[in-house]
Structures are given as structure tokens and as C-alpha cells.
């Protein structure tokens, strides 16, 4: 089975852009979720999809939104990009996300923010 | 809020010898999912090891072992016969058992960067 893939690996964005992040998790999860990862914060959460549903959502500005498709595939986007919104942002999918479940995390996309 | 804390920023192995990496964490929860993930340079993050906070016994996985201790809030990882591709960042996280009512993300301490040395 494949992983979980993210494209693009690498980006660069310039301040007030916007930016789309795409997530395609491993086959029959239906499970998503977004983490940034900084070296001053960590891993924090960004939000949760399932079933094309937001399932739950971490707290970061309204500039970061996301949404999942049919076949659960999942893209976040971030609008008005800040220089602190260089980060690696992962993604990590599971069959339907309960606390048993087991989280299967992506590569990351390293987002650079100049 | 939940929260893990990860103390030690650093630290290093000899190659074939024991290392144990120190967690602790916060929370008002009975019942809950600790995590040891490991994340290689530029690698994907990959799950080393899980405990369920009702299981009295240490979950051991080959090399892996961890002590958990409940009452202390602490969730150790050792490891043993060190190799070299242990080398990683490895994080402590923390998942809430009541998924329907608190949400299932996973609560990340800081990492510790493990260098494991010939």
C-alpha cells in the first residue's frame, strides 16, 4: 500500500500570497489531519477532516483553512501568507480517526515564507 | 489543556549502548494514549511505540521499551542496543481516549534530537 503523500514537497512564497497544500492519504482512510511544525512551537494541530466533514480544529487564524474531497484526499490552504507561516506542515491519515486508530504521517510540505 | 513536555533537547548514544529519553505530561483526563514517534532527517514520522493509559504493563517493541508511570505523569522511552539508524528527532505525544468529545489530535511535546555516535 502506498503512504501518505503531500505534494508539493518544497515551496516558496512570498508575504501576502496565498498558498495550497495537497494531501492524498493511504487507501481507505478516510481520516485527515493537518500539523505545523516550527522549531519555536513544534508540532501543533491544525485541524482534522472526515468524510469531508471538519471534525475538529486547532487554534490557528481563519487565514488557514482546509477541506476534503470524496476520495479523501485533503488540501489546506493558507491565504495572506505572514513570514511566520514558514513551516513544514504535515499531514497524517488514519481509517477513521478514533483514539485507537494508528496515525500514518506524510513527508511534509516545507512551506518558506520570504 | 493537555500538554507534553519533552526536557531534554538533546542527547546522544554510544552505538550498542542504552538511552532513555524522559516525557511528562499534563493532564486532568482518566484515560488517554501515549505515543513515541520518530522523525528521521527530512524523513517522514513514523510511530516507535504506544501505550494506553489503562494498561498497567510497559509496551515493548523489540529495542523499544518504555516505563510508564501514571501516577507521575511521566512516559520514558528507552532504548536499547543503539544503532545508528536511531538518529532522529523523536517526539512524545499525547492522544485523548474520549475522541468524540475532546477531539483525537495528538498533543506533541518538543522533541528530543537523539545522536547516536560509532
Known amino acids: 500500500k502506498a503512504g501518505v503523500t503531500q505534494t508539493p514537497r518544497y515551496l516558496i512564497k512570498t508575504r501576502g500570497q496565498q498558498v495550497t497544500l495537497s494531501c492524498s492519504p493511504i487507501s481507505g482512510h478516510r481520516s485527515v489531519s493537518w500539523y505545523q511544525q516550527t522549531p519555536g512551537q513544534g508540532l501543533q494541530f491544525l485541524f482534522e477532516y472526515f468524510s469531508e466533514t471538519q471534525r475538529n480544529k486547532g487554534n490557528f487564524p481563519g487565514r488557514f483553512s482546509g477541506r476534503q474531497f470524496s476520495n479523501s484526499r485533503s488540501e489546506m490552504n493558507v491565504s495572506t501568507l505572514e513570514l511566520g507561516d514558514s513551516a513544514l506542515y504535515l499531514c497524517?491519515?488514519?481509517?477513521?480517526?478514533?483514539?485507537?486508530?494508528?496515525?500514518?504521517f506524510g513527508p511534509g510540505t516545507r512551506l518558506t515564507v520570504l | 489543556a493537555q500538554t507534553v513536555t519533552q526536557s531534554q533537547p538533546e542527547m546522544s548514544v554510544q552505538e550498542a549502548e542504552t538511552v532513555t529519553l524522559s516525557c511528562t505530561y499534563d493532564t486532568s483526563e482518566s484515560d488517554y494514549y501515549l505515543f513515541w514517534y520518530k522523525q528521521p532527517p527530512s524523513r517522514q514520522m513514523i510511530l516507535v511505540i504506544r501505550?494506553?493509559?489503562?494498561?498497567?504493563q510497559n509496551a515493548t517493541e523489540n529495542r523499544f521499551s518504555v516505563n510508564f508511570q501514571k501516577a507521575a505523569k511521566s512516559f520514558s522511552l528507552k532504548i536499547s542496543d543503539s544503532q545508528l539508524g536511531d538518529a532522529a528527532m523523536y517526539f512524545c505525544?499525547?492522544?485523548?481516549?474520549?475522541?468524540?468529545?475532546?477531539?483525537?489530535?495528538?498533543?506533541f511535546g518538543t522533541g528530543t534530537s537523539l545522536t547516536v555516535i560509532p
Open positions: 505525544a499525547y492522544r485523548s481516549a474520549f475522541s468524540d468529545r475532546t477531539g483525537n489530535q495528538f498533543y
Open positions: 501505550q494506553e493509559a489503562y494498561k498497567q
Open positions: 497524517a491519515s488514519s481509517v477513521d480517526g478514533t483514539s485507537t486508530d494508528t496515525q500514518y
